[in-house]
């Protein structure tokens, strides 16, 4: 029975808070970057297949980029570098989390609306605001960033390219996931609908959790390293520039000290849990596909959960496979080969619970069911080829060879795309209220799988000969690859024709929005909460609050019976599926949305509210930020050994130790101003106590600071100056934004005073104290380290 | 005790981790016989360490306390209604 009559009303505008438009807005800023990752790897492939010849049309790139059409060594490496900027942090993550994440999780938890609606906002503008800045590299004069998306310094520090505004650019992106991921979590752990316990959870959202908690632990670690670097390029400062660095056979004037390993460590600290960002979603999307479309339900649900969260805890014990030649010892090499391994069988796991998922299935071979298919044996050649990776032994030779790119390739693009297709297929339904069509849909898919492993397969054999991946000319002026540089031709021509290959799917989607709607609720008789609302869903998901009453992915198997699954939710309740409750869901019959639950009181079973448990994640990505300059200055100290201190630098133990006392007092003033909120009494004093030895702490930091300019003790002067200013103003900043916060709790709560017959809210003033003592302890912990040590 | 068992276990590790630092220096030709940069980076990766071990045991704790939560609330509903369905009624696998 077709529920159009209660399809919501799609509005666009941009201050929309609805999960659902941000969703969409997220997947389609995520498919336009995409697409333009795809255009930078079309020209790259068009050097690699004939090095040297003119690019047709080549001339309209520039003289600087492209002289006579041929592209130019330098332009080659910004489109590398960018390429996989692109399709890792701008087009595949924020397709997956951003626009399946907004627009599903609500949804298959129950809920009307994520948690921090206008958290999540923030979170995409600052998303796109930073793929924009880095974009613009390319119209700069030194034009993008060069240095591959891995930005290895003292490459990335001494090139004269648009780094810098890729690094500002990584900061608003790492912000965006922050955001995001906190967002996301508190949605799925606080606003769960009745009965949605979590062993009742959708694999996918299982997915998304783990994904979201990932981000938030793994992107402040790139953030610190964003903003050294930064500091290296700015101010001149050597964090990643060891000591008598030569380029072009010139010594560069620095103070040196720096490790580029340093940067090394805290890329891959992201880098690689990234790669479990990429997959875990994509994993749950499959699921949720293969289970739908083979009525089956998902074999050992407990273990593949399980697994999920496993990689959660091992995806960052193994981020130093990255780095094996570059001397590490037998002892961390051999560290962390065995938690390489060790992350392997967690995959494994979940992949042979959805292959063993299929035995005894009743499998419709749909569009997006062959996407899903064919994403296991792809996911599984892409892991599978991972392991010689990651023992040192076999990377000495693979390191940096078309083999590596063969790897991961697999994994994100026949792997983690085909994912993402498979979800489009699946989900497009409850989205527009329209169906894809199915004829189209496997005339996109057969070609694509056939290109893909066109142009991924020969990687490994080409990888295999020992052809390194960074070569402007593919390999075509080494002897030894000579064998090989034929595949070079195969795998471009694969790479173009699978842009072509995109038209039935591209032509399927403006065809079905071309065709009148049919708002079927739920085309695939599926068990998830999704399908239990109109198509596409009412703007806060559900007329009332849905509940759940069993498991997901239980399906009938005796042959008389006419239903075959047990959704999740309530067929006689109130919360049945929109094709039962048309009449219900129509406004004018006094269907009421549902709001958003645990903001003034804590939820039962976590016993927080939202923002407290946004307020413990949020401090928890601060942890991971200063953690990692904590990291940073050790290895830095240490390793300069003698050679760390700077002349003239005294910061002395007086100094220092009466501003900490100042900033100590502050935070006893706080505790003693939240005490007295609880009793109802007034807290101006205190909280303006508070504020006034803030003030003056962070007065004094910035005179001493002064005074150090004053002085010519700057960043360049050495490693210990420049982790000084760095680590103060850091602190700095982030005592002053919670200062600002706190005075607007201040207010706030001197209004809720004035409220007749009613008792003050203190949450905001305890949580934003809470935020105040942390900043504080921070700066106990560097006091030591730069005054007392 | 048992609440203790899992903080002890991850406290074992790094305590175990750090005797292991002054082994795990640098390249296996020296093995970083009285090089300070061995020295750093061997504390810098562990330190790197300490804030993701802090950090998951906290979240997992929290995770952990809400399922059993969750349990009682679950099993104190069913002890109170014994009419209300099955969670896996009617279904074969």
């Given at each position: ?558 042959p008389n019976q006419t239903e075959d699954v047990e959704p999740q939710w309530s067929r006689h309740g109130s919360d049945g599926p929109a094709a039962e409750l048309a009449e ?206 | ?83 209300a369905g099955s969670a896996h009624g009617g279904v074969v696998r």
């Amino acid at each position: 029975m077709p529920t159009d009559a209660v399809a919501a009303p799609v509005r666009w505008g941009p201050t929309s808070l609805d999960p659902k438009r941000i969703g969409l807005r997220y997947g389609l800023t995520g498919a336009a970057f995409l697409f333009l990752g795809f255009l930078l790897m079309v020209l790259m492939r068009w050097q690699l297949a004939y090095p040297g010849e003119a690019l047709p049309l080549g001339t309209w790139l520039g003289e600087s980029r492209a002289p006579q059409g041929v592209l130019a060594p330098e332009f080659y490496n910004q489109l590398g570098a960018m390429h996989g900027t692109i399709m890792i942090f701008l087009a595949v993550v924020p397709m997956l989390i951003g626009g399946f994440g907004n627009y599903l999780v609500p949804l298959m938890i129950g809920a009307p609306q994520v948690a921090f609606p206008r958290l999540n906002a923030l979170s995409y503008w600052s998303y796109l605001l930073g793929g924009i800045v880095m974009l613009a590299g390319f119209v700069t004069p030194g034009g993008a960033a060069a240095s591959g998306w891995t930005s290895y310094p003292p490459l990335a520090i001494v090139e004269i390219s648009g780094q810098t505004l890729w690094l500002v650019g990584m900061v608003f992106v790492s912000i965006s996931s922050t955001l995001g991921a906190v967002n996301m979590l508190v949605t799925i752990i606080q606003l769960r609908c009745p009965g949605m316990t979590l062993g009742r959870l959708p694999f996918f959202v299982w997915g998304q959790m783990v994904s979201a908690f990932l981000l938030l632990l793994a992107f402040p670690p790139l953030q610190a390293a964003a903003v050294l670097q930064l500091m290296d390029r700015v101010a001149g400062s050597s964090f990643f520039l060891p000591s008598g660095l030569v380029v072009s056979g010139e010594i560069v004037e620095i103070s040196g000290g720096g490790s580029p390993l340093l940067w090394q460590h805290l890329f891959w600290f992201l880098a690689h849990p990234e790669v479990y960002v990429l997959i875990l979603p994509a994993l749950g999307i499959v699921t949720e596909v293969i289970t739908t479309h083979g009525r089956v339900a998902l074999w050992g649900r407990r273990w593949a959960v399980g697994s999920v969260l496993a990689i959660g805890v091992l995806a960052f014990l193994v981020w130093a496979h990255h780095m094996f030649l570059t001397g590490m010892g037998t002892v961390i090499s051999g560290f962390f080969q065995a938690t390489t391994m060790i992350i392997s069988i967690p995959s494994v796991v979940i992949l042979s619970c959805l292959f063993l998922s299929l035995w005894g299935s009743r499998l419709r071979y749909r569009s997006a069911t062959l996407f899903a298919l064919a994403f296991l044996p792809m996911f599984g050649i892409g892991g599978l080829t991972g392991l010689p990776l990651g023992m040192a032994i076999a990377n000495l030779q693979l390191h940096d060879t078309y083999y590596v790119l063969g790897h991961f390739h697999y994994v994100v693009a026949p792997g983690t795309l085909f994912a993402i297709f498979a979800g489009i297929y699946h989900w497009f339904p409850k989205i527009t209220g329209r169906r894809l069509s199915e004829r189209l849909g496997k005339l996109h898919f057969w070609p694509t799988l056939v290109l893909m492993n066109g142009i991924f397969f020969p990687m490994f054999i080409v990888g295999l000969a020992g052809v390194s991946r960074r070569l402007y000319d593919g390999g075509a002026g080494y002897a030894f690859a000579r064998d090989v540089t034929s595949l070079q031709e195969l795998m471009s021509f694969c790479a173009w024709a699978l842009g072509i290959a995109q038209v039935p799917f591209l032509l399927n989607l403006a065809l079905s929005l071309k065709r009148p709607a049919t708002n079927t609720a739920d085309p695939w008789s599926g068990c998830t909460l999704e399908w239990a609302t109109a198509s596409p869903p009412l703007p806060l998901n559900f007329p009332s609050e849905p509940r759940v009453v069993r498991a997901p992915y239980l399906f009938v198997r005796e042959p008389n019976q006419t239903e075959d699954v047990e959704p999740q939710w309530s067929r006689h309740g109130s919360d049945g599926p929109a094709a039962e409750l048309a009449e219900t869901l129509r406004p004018e019959n006094g269907a009421t949305p549902t709001s958003l639950r645990w903001i003034s009181s804590p939820r039962p079973d976590t016993g927080v509210t939202n923002g407290a448990l946004a307020l413990w994640l949020f401090l928890a990505a601060e942890v991971m930020f200063f953690g990692s300059l904590l990291s940073s200055y050790v290895l830095l100290r240490l390793g300069n050994g003698e050679r760390w201190a700077v002349e003239g630098l005294d910061l002395g133990a007086g100094p220092g130790a009466w501003k900490a006392a100042v900033l100590v007092a502050s935070s006893v003033a706080l505790l003693l101003a939240v005490r007295r909120a609880r009793v109802g009494r007034s807290v101006r004093a205190l909280g303006a106590t508070t504020l006034l030895l803030g003030a003056t702490f962070l007065g004094a930091r910035a005179s001493e600071l002064a005074g150090l300019a004053s002085a010519g003790l700057v960043p360049r002067s050495g490693v210990a100056t420049a982790m000084f200013y760095t680590v103060s103003g850091l602190q700095g900043l982030h005592l002053l934004a919670v200062a600002i916060v706190l005075l607007v709790a201040m207010v706030k709560k001197g209004g809720d005073r004035g409220s007749a017959n009613r008792i003050p809210d203190t949450r905001p003033l305890r949580l934003v104290s809470i935020a105040w003592h942390f900043f504080v302890a921070v700066w106990l912990v560097f006091f030591t380290l730069f005054h007392l040590t | 005790m048992r609440r203790l068992l899992f903080p002890a276990a991850i406290a074992t590790a790094w305590v175990a981790g750090g005797a292991l630092a002054s082994a795990a220096w640098t390249c296996s030709v020296c093995f970083g016989a009285g090089d300070p940069d061995a020295s750093g980076f061997a504390w810098g990766v562990l330190i790197l360490l300490i804030p993701v071990a802090i950090v998951q045991v906290a979240l997992f704790r929290f995770l952990l306390r809400a399922v059993r939560r969750e349990g009682a609330s679950v099993r104190r509903r069913a002890g109170g209604s014994s009419s209300a369905g099955s969670a896996h009624g009617g279904v074969v696998r």
